[in-house]
């Protein structure tokens, strides 16, 4: 596992911020991944997308859930400009969210500066019942740096997850139109 260092935190908010607006309109997500999740996953009464970018995300989980109360997470200001999207750091807590979400989806675990931090809060969002679906990117895209500084393989996941006493049940390759390929892993309390 690769960790990009950054002097503060000042300094990764300002890097994440600058790169969500360079990267406002790209859309990293398939509609598709998103079916497979309503496959393992048909009902869901409250869903959590972290690192949303532009709320593309939670139109497709709307679409699959369209009674869910969905909310998405974007650390840079600009996410006041997308319905369902809150301005938050995955990385810390809300009181609110503990023990809330059936289902919490992220393709941005690789803007995670600290994995055990951002990973222990998505645990404690999840309802008794609640899934993380986490999209990793594989190959030329799994690179540590100052926008993406998590870089991590399929034993370092593994090993991060029983650190914090979760497990990986599923895992399901994806090979997208855009061409990257990822795995969305399905994580449950151990």
């Known amino acids: 596992m690769k ?3 950054y002097s503060n935190h000042e300094e990764y908010i300002d890097i994440q911020t600058k ?3 360079r990267k406002l309109n790209n859309v990293w997500v398939d509609k598709e ?3 497979k999740i309503y496959e393992m996953v048909p009902i869901a009464a409250f869903i959590l997308c972290h690192g949303t970018r532009n709320a593309a995300e939670q139109k497709y989980f709307k679409h699959f859930y369209p009674y869910a109360e969905i909310i998405g997470t ?4 600009t996410a006041s400009k997308f319905e369902m999207t809150i301005q938050h750091d995955f990385h810390e807590i809300k009181e609110e969210w503990i023990n809330k979400f059936d289902i919490i989806y992220s393709n ?3 803007h995670s500066y600290d994995p055990v931090k951002s990973l222990t809060a998505w645990k404690n969002q999840l309802s008794d019942s609640g899934s993380i679906f986490m999209e990793t990117h594989i190959g030329k895209n799994n690179k540590s740096s100052a926008v993406d500084p998590l870089e991590l393989n399929n034993n370092d996941m593994n090993n991060l997850v029983s ?3 979760m497990k990986i049940v599923f ?3 994806i090979d997208s139109k855009l061409g990257y390929r990822s795995i969305l892993n399905v994580l449950k309390r151990d």
Not at 74 to 77: A, L, Q
């Open 3 to 5: 960790i990009h260092k």
């Open 19 to 21: 790169a969500n607006i």
């Open 33 to 35: 991944t998103i079916s």
């Open 74 to 77: 974007e650390i840079s200001h």
């Open 108 to 110: 941005s675990f690789d």
């Open 163 to 165: 650190s914090v006493g």
């Open 171 to 173: 895992q399901h390759n």
